[in-house]
């Protein structure tokens, strides 16, 4: 019985150490506000988690042409570029879903001047290869679809 006991014992000390927790870090290819498709990268530190995206160009977008007007007014220069940044926690519940509830930031590329806040919330699939939420901005007081895959 102490044979069989200990040979239990090593299997799931075994089944641990070879199935380490699954972590959030990494890039995500993002379907966000209006189907626009962001790169994005999370890093997550234990509940911490911050999120980034490369600048998003905004030459030749129609649908950024009144906000464009009103930067070079308020500004005096061309707003060319834009990135998401946030920062938040992932959520973790027994018998739940991991889920993320990031603060998001819009930002002026080159420059870090913020241009619109929000919100992504999302659920993690069970394979862990997708996010699936909503994302909510404050300038427009709408959320979207928000899928998140890696």
């Known amino acids: 019985a102490l ?8 299997g799931w000390a075994g089944w641990r150490w070879a199935a380490p927790p699954t972590t959030l870090s990494g ?8 189907g626009e498709q962001v790169l994005m990268t999370l890093t997550q ?3 911490s988690l911050t999120l980034a995206s490369a600048p998003l160009p905004l030459a030749g977008r129609a649908d950024w042409d ?3 007007g009103f930067w070079r007014q308020r500004m005096g220069a061309e707003l060319l570029a834009f990135s998401y940044r946030g920062q938040g926690q992932v959520v973790v519940a027994p018998g739940q879903a991991t889920r993320i509830d990031i603060a ?3 930002l002026s590329s080159p420059g870090d001047e913020l241009i619109d806040s929000g919100n992504l919330s999302a659920r993690l699939s069970a394979d862990g290869r ?3 939420g909503r994302i909510w901005l404050n ?3 709408a959320d979207w679809p928000a899928l998140l895959q890696r």
């Open 139 to 141: 300038s427009a007081q």
């Open 104 to 106: 998001l930031q819009l």
């Open 66 to 68: 009144d906000y464009r």
């Open 3 to 10: 044979a069989v006991l200990s040979a239990a014992a090593l």
């Open 130 to 132: 997708r996010l699936e």
């Open 27 to 34: 890039d995500w290819q993002a379907t966000l506000v209006r």
């Open 45 to 47: 530190d234990g509940d």
